[in-house]
């Protein structure tokens, strides 16, 4: 994996180890915005992500809300990330 991640699922302290089972690929990008998050962190980022998908895909004004957050998201990544580097 030339510019790829390994996420270790499970903490170490309980049981996480490099086993494949317990580690998942990923790209640069998806890192980024996983930061820390681990495990069940990790499960309920992506799960929440299945629910918001949704919404923005119904069209409701739930999910309307929630591509105006991700757009304000994105530019205060931008912005951080300008003061970081
Ligand atoms: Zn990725």
């Given amino acids: 994996?030339?510019?790829?991640r390994l996420?270790?699922?499970?903490?170490k302290g309980k049981g996480g180890?490099?086993?494949i089972e317990n580690c998942l690929p990923s790209?640069?990008?998806?890192?980024?915005?996983r930061w820390?998050?681990?495990?069940k962190d990790l499960r309920?980022?992506?799960?929440?992500?299945?629910i918001a998908r949704d919404e923005i895909k119904k069209k409701t004004v739930?999910?309307?809300?929630?591509?105006?957050?991700?757009?304000?998201?994105i530019v205060q990544n931008k912005k951080r990330r300008r003061r970081i580097e």
């Fill in 17 to 19: 180890s490099k086993d």
């Fill in 1 to 4: 994996m030339a510019h790829g």
């Fill in 7 to 11: 996420i270790i699922l499970s903490k």
């Fill in 36 to 39: 820390h998050r681990k495990g």
């Fill in 62 to 73: 739930l999910g309307r809300k929630i591509v105006e957050l991700k757009n304000k998201r």
């Fill in 44 to 50: 309920d980022l992506i799960f929440f992500g299945l």
């Fill in 27 to 33: 790209c640069l990008l998806c890192n980024r915005l």
